[in-house]
């Protein structure tokens, strides 16, 4: 299964936005990058996905690095609600689609 | 309902006896996972379902874990003589299909403490 690496931790300040960062040396061609994250007490929530090109939702902004071993998850105004743990999963488009959850980046926002 | 509903939210059980945990996906949804979730770790996968069938059980960790989804709705995860180590927080997940462009959907949990 193909890993990912994230920080154990990071900090922002309220209304400033937030880049996320993840690595994923042996992602394979097919694999999309998906973020979710999880609020405490909740089960995981659905943030983002792409495959090559840059994305946007009403959520965030995935930013994908051309080679794709690695990406960025950009918050662009972080709120207190967005405190939460963001996991960076790999999913394959064959084969097994379970996904793999490493041990997330926990996102402490500062009123 | 409007998502994943899992029941019940909390279980304490005795060393040994035998659980069931319960899993209604979103309507639909043919794709449905389980996974275990220990404080501070991030979600361990157990089993996913493509409909009926489990498509992939490499993540249950021994054969006390059994789950079962008889009419490719409702999932139940079965647990034999539980240890105190089995203590952990049971998600499960649904999503519409397996590939890669999918979004899952995860319900709230099911706390089970083994006492």
């Known amino acids: 299964d193909a890993k990912t690496t994230q920080p154990n931790s990071m900090e922002s300040n309220e209304e400033e936005p937030v880049h996320l960062p993840c690595n994923h040396s042996?992602?394979?061609?097919?694999?999309?990058i998906h973020w979710y994250r999880q609020l405490p007490s909740q089960g995981p929530e659905y943030v983002i996905h792409?495959?090559?090109s840059n994305v946007n939702n009403r959520m965030a902004s995935l930013a994908i690095a051309e080679d794709r071993k690695s990406s960025t998850l950009i918050l662009h105004r972080a709120t207190l609600r967005d405190a939460a743990v963001y996991y960076c999963?790999?999913?394959?488009?064959?084969?097994?689609?379970?996904?793999?959850f490493g041990t997330g980046t926990r996102l402490k926002v500062l009123a | 309902g409007a998502g994943v509903s899992q029941t019940p939210s909390n279980k304490v059980t005795e060393k040994g006896k035998y659980v069931e945990l319960r899993c209604d996906p979103i309507?639909?949804?043919?794709?449905l996972y389980w996974y275990r979730q220990s404080l501070g770790q991030g979600p361990e996968f157990l089993i996913y379902?493509?409909?009926?069938?489990?498509?992939?059980d490499s993540g249950l960790p021994n054969d006390r874990f059994f789950a079962v989804r008889p009419e490719g709705s409702v999932s139940t995860l079965k647990i034999q003589r539980t240890e105190r180590g089995d203590s952990a927080v049971y998600l499960c997940?649904?999503?519409?299909?397996?590939?890669?462009?999918?979004?899952?959907?995860f319900g709230q949990g099911t706390r089970l403490t083994v006492v």
């Open positions: 997940a649904s999503s519409t299909q397996t590939g890669g462009i999918t979004e899952a959907f």
């Open positions: 042996t992602i394979s061609g097919t694999d999309y």
């Open positions: 792409g495959l090559t």
């Open positions: 999963i790999l999913r394959r488009t064959s084969g097994t689609y379970k996904y793999i």
């Open positions: 309507s639909g949804h043919t794709a």
């Open positions: 379902f493509q409909g009926t069938g489990a498509a992939d």
